[in-house]
């Protein structure tokens, strides 16, 4: 199943929680809800964690609707 990156400051596209993880979808320890149309915040990451980070789908329901 494809998983659907969001960048910091774009808007959700679902309710849901996204949790930001590292390029190799690591994660880095910081989730947030957002309400669709609500836009995800901008993040400043430890150094280990380098750019890119993306904001990744971590509520299950959200993603089933996805795959629907």
């Given amino acids: 199943m494809p998983i659907v990156r969001s960048q910091p ?4 596209r679902f309710s849901s929680t996204y ?5 190799y979808g690591e994660p880095v320890g910081v989730a947030v809800w957002r309400n669709a ?3 995800l915040p901008l993040v400043a990451v430890a150094v280990e964690h380098e750019p890119p980070v993306w904001y990744v789908l971590a509520d299950r329901s959200a993603v089933d609707v996805l795959a629907a």
Avoid: K, M
């Fill in 9 to 12: 400051g774009e808007v959700a």
């Fill in 37 to 39: 149309g609500e836009r």
């Fill in 19 to 23: 949790a930001l993880v590292g390029h």
